[in-house]
């Protein structure tokens, strides 16, 4: 089992910047990708960005430009760089881990933007 820790959320104002970090724990061997996913109010949870296990990346295409998301590997931590925030980027965002046939999940942190 993989365990996910995530810190860093919190409030800021429109234009501003956040840096989330999710720290994986357990049977860390078997990730094959690691993502951040978001859940605004009354909307489903939807894929922000993601890294593979070889370092390729892909972003939802509102967040291109203004997130990044990175690995390191020799502290099992995935971050998430955003810059630029804007109020629709508001909500509990979730590190997740693909163990291929398992998955998990980590507790979610809030992003709240303000205009």
């Known amino acids: 089992q993989v365990q996910l820790v995530e810190s860093g959320g919190g409030s800021v104002q429109a234009g501003g910047s956040l840096r989330l970090s999710c720290t994986a724990s357990g049977s860390i061997f078997g990730i094959k990708a690691m993502a951040w996913h978001r859940q605004a109010p009354g909307k489903q949870r939807e894929l922000v960005a993601l890294?593979?296990?070889?370092?390729?990346?892909k972003y939802k295409d509102s967040v291109k430009g203004r997130f990044t998301i990175s690995r390191d590997n020799a502290k099992n931590t995935v971050s998430l760089q955003m810059n630029g925030l804007k109020p629709e980027d508001t909500a509990v965002y979730y590190c997740?881990?693909?163990?291929?046939?398992?998955?998990?999940w980590g507790q979610g942190t809030l992003v709240t933007v303000s205009s």
């Open positions: 997740h881990a693909d163990l291929g046939i398992l998955d998990a």
């Open positions: 890294i593979t296990s070889g370092d390729s990346t």
